[in-house]
């Protein structure tokens, strides 16, 4: 440490007389010159007179970072008005005053109670003044002074990272800008050395150095490799009092990396390569991979694969992955083991991105031979084709050759070829085709206007391998022949004027034909041979595929022909010679002047009685329908009445009696009265069914209630036996409800489906005892003599 010593000069100068003006006092820097103030005397306003400053005093120094044990002398104030009695009192006031700094009240002393550093704060400010201890009056007014520290090197330089990262491209030349180290020292700059900064290099040489002044490092080495080494650290110290003996020093880490560049070109690790492949692989299937290797990094070492040479420059192909920078050998073309078996390819790879001044180390790129063997499989059928195309007459005969297809095995085996149709793309199996020598033929015959063409698909497979098969499309096309005959466009009904006159067209007529000949349709028109002559209307043909129907004569009546049907006979011109007869009607209507149809129909001849013939013989027609009708109405209602009940004395068993008379149903209320099992009581008056006109007219019986039967069995019983006794009962096929089922029949079922075998196994004698509502069924069944008496 280096201390330099300072004189304190206190000056004061006394003042004959007291007086309470306030002194000018100023603060200077540096060592003080003398200096005189002006002040006014309090005695006379009018003169101005000239005073001594009382007091003043330099600025003061002080050492940073005392270590001494006692309190580190500052100075001393003093005022001339002291006289030594201690009447006067010191006070001290500013930055650090009673803290940092002390004053002794008596003598004036400064001292600093503290270590100071000037880093912290450099100057301090502060303030004294001398009072009077008595009266407490200030007898020197308050005067500011500085206390300056000075510094010392107690700061070591510090830079501003402590670990710097840096890059620079490999290969560089020697002085290549890598990267820019600063350090800082807190001492200060203005005073001696102790901020004054040298750097120097303790690690990383001879690869790299500093420059002492500026901290900028650079590269000392020429041609450094990155692929040698790739990583540097350096260690950079900064040294303060300009490097000199004694000056404190800190240091940084420079971590330096080598980036690359594109100095190594891509070598094969091997000259061949040999791979397989079977000859059925598609385009674009991966053969095999290459990699070349590169000892740059990143886009440097980028590879492009190429096929410069070789028997399969048009067979295979060769593309670049860009995440392992592989060469992947792909199929270009289809393959054919009985063609070719091994090809031979030369590959390049090379480095897209090259840097021109490293060209001289050589060409980056580098070759490699690959050889690729075809393996064989076995393979479906081949067609000679991809297509056939065939034609037929439609007239063709059933089981007419129309062509051939032919399909062979490609493999060295030669296996034999079986043809078959694919039925889902001929579902009439109008063709067929010859499984041994591919031939095609019809099964049906063919019509051009039903299908022009028929799309089938032809199957050949392998008989020792019916997994190997193959399809090939099939066009037939059906050829046209003159098989059908031309026909009118359309429906033609036109009408002709009363007033027309000869040789007047009414109608064009245009024809169709479904055949379509080669050189076009030529139709001709005329009259049927039938209605030549006489006709009332002629044909002029157009030759052009149209025909007019003109007038014959001068005017027509719609009184005596209201309708023309003219037969038109149309011929085509192909061979076979086609014709139809087509019928236009003609309607003699009225026209008006211009020729306008007014009326077609044909007003019927007025009698003197107001009706016409036509019109009577209508009214004459309809009343005799309406009388037949009513004559045979009434002939079928009678004949259904007396319709007897069985028809035939033979077919009387194991039928079933058909009544056409249907009963009254749910709204019928003659039949029977329900109220009437509620109360026994009740007296029900007979009343004549409305569903039946009865045979005799009776008169009503009335029965009179039996108070005592208050049983419903005995009621119905005895309702039972009215009924049967009573001709004007309902009809047999009524039914009378009692509500009440009773303990069963007597005769138990009726029906003669659960009847014996024979009819003389069971006795109906018991029928005719059941009174007169059986006595058509006893007839039936009691025997011979009454069957015959029925």
Known sequence: MRTYPYFLLLFWVGQPYPTFSTPLSKRTSGFPAKKRALELSGNSKNELNRSKRSWMWNQFFLLEEYTGSDYQYVGKLHSDQDRGDGSLKYILSGDGAGDLFIINENTGDIQATKRLDREEKPVYILRAQAINRRTGRPVEPESEFIIKIHDINDNEPIFTKEVYTATVPEMSDVGTFVVQVTATDADDPTYGNSAKVVYSILQGQPYFSVESETGIIKTALLNMDRENREQYQVVIQAKDMGGQMGGLSGTTTVNITLTDVNDNPPRFPQSTYQFKT??????????????????DVGENAAIEYSITEGEGLDMFDVITDQETQEGIITVKKLLDFEKKKVYTLKVEASNPHVEPRFLYLGPFKDSATVRIMVEDVDEPPIFSKLAYILQIREDAQINTTIGSVSAQDPDAARNPVKYSVDRHTDMDRIFNI??????????????????????????????????????????????????????????????????????????????????????GHQFSFSLAPEAASGSNFTIQDNKDNTAGILTRKNGYNRHEMSTYLLPVVISDNDYPVQSSTGTVTVRVCACDHHGNMQSCHAEALVHPTGLSTGALIAILLCIVTLLVTVVLFAALRRQRKKEPLIISKEDIRDNIVSYNDEGGGEEDTQAFDIGTLRNPEAIEDSKLRRDIVPEALFLPRRTPATRDNTDVRDFINQRLKENDTDPTAPPYDSLATYAYEGTGSVANSLSSLESVTTDGDQDYDYLSDWGPRFKKLADMYGGVDSDKDS
């Open 278 to 295: 079977p000859e059925s692989s598609p385009p674009g299937t991966p053969i095999g991979r290459i990699k070349a290797s590169d000892a």
């Open 434 to 519: 010859d499984s041994g020598n591919g031939s095609i033929f019809t099964s049906k015959l063919l019509d051009r206007e039903t299908l022009l063409w028929h799309n089938i698909t032809v199957i050949a497979t392998e008989i020792n391998n019916p997994k190997q098969s193959s399809r090939v499309p099939l066009y037939i096309k059906v050829l046209d022949v003159n098989d059908n005959a031309p026909e009118f466009a359309e429906f033609y009904e036109t009408f002709v004027c009363e007033k027309a006159k000869a040789d007047q067209l009414i109608q064009t007529l245009r024809a169709v034909d479904k055949d379509d000949p080669y050189s």
